[in-house]
Nanobody, 123 residues
Framework: QVQLVESGGGLVQAGDSLRLSCAASGRTFSSGGMGWFRQPPGKEREFVAAISWNGGSTDYEDSVKGRFTISGDNAKTTAYLQMNSLKPEDTAVYYC????????????????WGQGTQVTVSS
């Protein structure tokens, strides 16, 4: 069983940066990938970014391109989301997800999810 633990959320001002981490335990990933999703207050969960463990390909939601960067460690156990130039509309609970076979923007295809970490950006 894979367990994911997010960390790094907090309260920041517009224009600030935050780095989220997602640590996986319980299984070694040789393929598949990790993704970050977020759920703003009163809205549906949405895709943010994803990274493939097979080759390191990445994918981003349009509104975060150029501001957010997803990366992973060589052990394929931790994914990071560097968030720069944060905006109030980035306020959300951020979740990481992992799968042994899939990487991408479609949440239902991820088997494993973290508990979420709150990111609040004040104007």
């Amino acid at each position: 069983q894979v367990q994911l633990v997010e960390s790094g959320g907090g309260l920041v001002q517009a224009g600030d940066s935050l780095r989220l981490s997602c640590a996986a335990s319980g299984r070694t990933f040789s393929s598949g990938g990790m993704g970050w999703f977020r759920q703003p207050p009163g809205k549906e969960r949405e895709f943010v970014a994803a990274i493939s463990w097979n080759g390191g390909s990445t994918d981003y939601e349009d509104s975060v391109k150029g501001r957010f960067t997803i990366s992973g460690d060589n052990a394929k156990t931790t994914a990071y989301l560097q968030m720069n130039s944060l905006k109030p509309e980035d306020t959300a609970v951020y979740y990481c997800a992992a799968d042994l076979d899939y990487y991408g923007s479609y949440a239902p295809l991820y088997d494993y999810w973290g508990q979420g970490t709150q990111v609040t950006v004040s104007s």
